[in-house]
């Protein structure tokens, strides 16, 4: 009898364990490719933003500012990984994406999609005052070990439209309310071109909790994420997030420095969160 409780113990604590594998996510605005960069440009980093991501063994990447062509680059670098995403200004491939590559290995796709920031959102569209048309894409994704589901919404919010970016906020909560159904863990990244004070960070913040301010870790390296490739000067601005549901626990957060020869990757940081799921 006593060996059949120690049995069932050591396989109750066997699954336990498979259910606490952490999930290692980067978002990174990896900077549009024009040749209008110089020495700054795709053709001369792309190779160092695939080592990142592969460095730090990334399960899932969510990229911003990605155009077709660093699409095809980043597929070709990570032949074990999907992305879900489409270009915005054609729903296909024009344009940037704001896509989430996943492991494939280690993560079923179950749904997943992309609406745009408006109020006509599933048509390709201008939102309200932004300049640009910007997207949410999405995809819900279960672990391929332990069952659990997990969605991750990725974005770049609108830099110039003020009302834009109030009324993207609402949207993006609004359609994690209805894709999630009030289950499974969510995770919200991207590059949303606001301060932390700002009041679609608040209103975001009124339902899902800034990875920033609730990691167990101290945040390490970098705070700001933004600094257009100014080397020698210390990034401004904390312009780009992830956001967890209340299932989601943040183990570590970094702001990477990583760079070469006296130059960043891009014209932002990458956010690193290490991510554990939590029974409610």
């Given at each position: 009898m006593m060996r059949t409780i120690l049995t069932v113990l050591v396989w109750m604590w066997a699954l336990g364990a498979v259910a606490q594998e952490p999930v290692e996510l980067i978002t990174y605005n990896i900077r549009m490719n024009t040749s209008g960069d110089g020495e700054h440009a795709w053709p001369y980093r792309k190779d160092d933003v695939a080592a990142l991501f592969r460095?730090?063994?990334?399960?899932?990447?969510?990229?911003?500012?990605?155009?077709?062509?660093?699409?095809?680059?980043?597929?070709?670098?990570?032949?074990?990984?999907?992305?879900?995403?489409?270009?915005?200004?054609?729903?296909?491939?024009?344009?940037?994406?704001?896509?989430?590559?996943?492991?494939?290995?280690?993560?079923?796709?179950?749904d997943g999609g992309t609406f745009w920031l408006s109020d006509t959102p599933e048509a390709c569209s201008f939102g309200w005052?932004?300049?640009?048309?910007?997207?949410?894409?999405?995809?819900?994704?279960?672990?391929l070990e332990t069952g659990e589901i997990l969605h991750v919404f990725n974005t770049h919010f609108d830099h110039r439209g003020e009302e834009a970016r109030r009324e993207s906020a609402q949207l993006i909560l609004d359609r994690i309310e209805e894709i999630s159904e009030g289950s499974g863990a969510v995770v919200l990244c991207g590059d949303f071109n606001l301060a932390p004070d700002s009041e679609p960070i608040s209103l975001i913040q009124s339902k899902l909790h800034d990875a920033f301010l609730v990691t167990e870790q101290a945040p390490y390296s970098s705070v700001a994420t933004y600094h257009g490739f100014t080397y020698d000067d210390p990034p401004r601005d904390r312009i780009d997030y992830v956001f967890v549901s209340d299932d989601v626990k943040v183990l570590r957060y970094g702001g990477l420095t990583d760079s070469r020869d006296r130059s960043f990757f891009s014209d932002h940081l990458p956010v690193l969160v290490t991510l554990q799921f939590v029974n409610k």
């Open positions: 460095f730090h063994r990334a399960d899932i990447f969510c990229v911003q500012e990605a155009l077709p062509e660093q699409m095809d680059d980043l597929q070709a670098a990570f032949p074990d990984f999907t992305y879900e995403g489409v270009g915005r200004d054609d729903g296909k491939r024009l344009g940037e994406f704001s896509a989430v590559f996943y492991n494939h290995k280690r993560f079923k796709k179950l005052d932004a300049a640009c048309r910007r997207v949410c894409s999405w995809v819900e994704l279960e672990d």
